[in-house]
């Protein structure tokens, strides 16, 4: 069965500091990788996913993420991270349904992101 | 700007109530998602709509069921609430255009079974 391994619970870091979380998934096949941030109180916002092609992905806010499969890792990365960076990130791996057309996002257990001023 | 809408943030209920979450998205989208939010857990799909009138169960149907009536909107039922039901719920939307498609998410109802 699929899944993701978000290995780090909660991470703090200082603003301005370089920041990596980490993501593990399990998939048979080819995978559909995401990012999702989640700002207190706030639903999910895609941050970055990657489908195929180049392994280092650029998404919204200075995230980028790459893709490795020998590792079976799809780490997220900020070279300097900003107080507004705050916030809980999950890791997703898209698994195709019954239906055709249709996808099941599974997700990692998610990481807190608290940021030192 | 797209959207999906959820009727309540936060939401009250005593144990054995029928409970309703409704779920509107404006995007046209055919797949409509409901998933679970626990700490430690991420999130968990509950049931999932590929058209109107038509679900599947996720990973955690037990004590649930949905409607869709219309396309732009999909209804989490609870049919008699428990406690080990408090959490927080996420609705979301996606096209049919295969796998490489993103979800996009409402911002959720934190609900609380006492």
């Known amino acids: 069965a699929q899944s993701v391994t978000q290995p780090d619970i909660h991470i703090t870091v200082s603003e301005g500091a370089s920041l990596e979380l980490r993501c593990n998934y399990s998939y048979g096949a080819t995978p559909y990788l995401f990012w999702y941030v989640q700002s207190p109180g706030q639903g999910l916002q895609l941050l970055l996913k990657?489908?195929?092609?180049?392994?280092l992905v650029q998404g919204i806010k200075g995230f980028e993420a790459e893709f490795k499969r020998s590792q079976s890792s799809f780490n997220l990365r900020k070279p300097s991270v900003h107080w507004s960076d705050a916030a809980e990130y999950f890791c997703a791996v898209g698994t195709p349904l019954i239906i055709q057309g249709a996808q099941k996002l599974v997700f990692g257990q998610g990481t807190r992101l608290t940021i030192n001023p | 700007d797209v959207k999906v809408t959820q009727s309540s943030r936060y939401l009250v209920k005593r144990t054995g109530e029928k409970v309703f979450l409704e779920c509107v998205q404006d995007?046209?989208?055919?797949?409509m998602f409901w998933y679970r939010q626990d700490p430690g857990l991420g999130l968990r799909l509950i049931y999932f709509s590929y058209d109107v009138k038509m679900k599947e169960k996720g990973d955690i149907p037990e004590g649930y069921s949905v409607s869709r009536e219309k396309k732009e909107r999909f209804s989490l039922i609870l049919e008699s609430a428990s406690t080990n039901q408090t959490s927080m719920y996420l609705c979301a939307s996606s096209s049919p255009a295969g796998l490489n498609t993103e979800a996009f998410f409402g911002q959720g109802t934190r609900l609380t079974v006492v």
């Open positions: 990657y489908f195929s092609g180049d392994t």
């Open positions: 995007m046209d989208h055919e797949n």
